[in-house]
């Protein structure tokens, strides 16, 4: 077996390690993941509909239970961890910590990806209640096809700019 054949294998191991990781703390914690990730994104997105002229309300009374209600002239939305890309934000910080690269640049790389997929999770809310009182219709199609492949892409993107980032830094 090669060293990149290894390093590879060593690199989805790693990565799945991480991966199931999180789920570990996201399931055991529920309430730190809505306090800290859930309720800002969906609180920030729904400011930016506001000022953008969307009229929207955000409920929070059943946050402990993992979800806020989007309140939309006409419709309501429950918005859930998956709604802000908090799949996203793990899967590029399993990636991230995976890498075999010094703590200091894995430190580097989720001070750099966190916050990213975070904010692409607060436009994700915003363009989905765009969709929604503009073109109701398309709300499923957008929210189950075009905003996940465009998480995903984004996340892939964050996690090839660091990469390329370190590579140039240590050049």
């Known amino acids: ?55 929207a309300e955000l409920v929070t009374r059943h946050l402990a239970a993992g979800f806020c209600r989007l309140d939309l002239a006409g419709a309501q939305y429950a918005v859930t961890h998956e709604c802000t890309g908090i799949l996203a934000v793990f899967v590029v910080g399993a990636a991230v910590m995976a890498y075999p690269v010094a703590l200091r640049a894995r430190v580097r790389g989720l001070a750099l990806a966190v916050p990213a997929v975070s904010l692409f999770g607060i436009l994700r809310l915003v363009i989905l209640g765009v969709v929604a009182q503009s073109r109701p219709e398309w709300i499923e199609v957008f929210h189950v096809y075009i905003m996940e492949l465009a998480t995903l892409a984004f996340a892939m993107f964050v996690f090839i700019y660091w990469i390329e980032d370190m590579r140039e830094r240590h050049v």
């Open 1 to 55: 077996m090669t060293s990149s054949v290894r390093l590879a294998i060593r690199f989805c191991g790693r990565f799945a390690l991480f991966i199931v990781a999180q789920i570990v703390v996201y399931e055991l914690l529920p309430t730190i993941f809505s306090t800290f990730h859930l309720l800002p994104i969906s609180w920030l997105a729904t400011q930016i509909l506001v000022l953008i002229g969307v009229p």
